[in-house]
């Protein structure tokens, strides 16, 4: 099982560079997130979409957009790339909404902006 | 201001010595406490939770405590193993549409054979 599959697994990009960073989920997951991981502040919720056609801002979305292509795509843009996006990115599914489920987290982007 | 604290950075065990990692929160809406591992260049990996109307949950060597009047939980491991080496993570969660989860800043733990 792929479970969760993030695309590209690294990218360089210059301040003001624009780039969406793919997740595809086989789980039948209904809910999706995006997370970035900085040193010594876990992980911080960027968008969330808890089901299919809706999404909603996390803990840090400035600076980001969302598109929750179908049940098992959500994609995370950034239009104007800053240095300060510099992280590693997580996309992260669950099954069901009003739920606890643990969510299950693909293997991350690591982002960097020079 | 961060709702879910990991106050140790690091910690590091002898193999075979029990592991002890804290966690403490400060919302008390939160009523859903789960862990998760974390290897280098790999995605998290959930590995024990425990809601709010329970004070222990156990999973082989895995077992959190909780205690919700001092908003404490901790994540015991015995015995200890060189492969349990990683970045563990304290997240919580409390009843909302999206199943958010809000998490620690990590403990990074290293078992010494």
């Known amino acids: 099982n792929a479970g969760v599959t993030q695309t590209p697994k690294f990218q360089v990009l210059k301040t003001g560079q624009s780039m969406t960073l793919q997740c595809a989920q086989d789980m039948n997951h209904n809910s999706m997130y995006w997370y970035r991981q900085d040193p010594g502040m876990g992980l911080r919720l960027i968008y969330y979409s808890a089901s299919e056609g809706t999404t909603d801002k996390g803990e840090v979305p400035n600076g980001y957009n969302v598109s929750r292509l179908n049940k098992r795509e959500f994609s995370l843009r950034l239009e104007s790339a800053a240095p300060s996006q510099t992280s590693v990115y997580f996309c992260?599914?669950?099954?069901?909404?009003?739920?606890?489920?643990?969510?299950?987290f693909g293997d991350g982007t690591r982002l960097s902006i020079l | 201001d961060q709702q879910v604290k990991q106050n140790s950075p690091s910690l590091s065990v002898q193999e075979g010595r029990i592991s002890i990692l804290n966690c403490d929160y400060t919302?008390?809406?939160?009523?859903?406490f789960l862990w998760y591992k974390k290897y280098p260049a790999e995605g998290p990996t959930f590995l024990i939770s425990?809601?709010?109307?329970?004070d222990k949950n156990e999973d082989g060597r895995f077992t959190v405590f909780l205690n919700k009047s001092a908003k404490h939980l901790s994540l015991h491991i015995v015995p200890s193993q060189p492969g349990d080496s990683a970045v563990y993570f304290c997240a919580a969660s409390g009843l909302n549409a999206g199943n958010m989860l809000t998490f620690g800043g990590g403990t990074r733990l290293m078992v010494k054979p």
């Open positions: 919302n008390s809406m939160f009523d859903y």
């Open positions: 992260a599914s669950s099954s069901i909404s009003y739920s606890n489920q643990p969510q299950h």
């Open positions: 425990i809601s709010s109307i329970k």
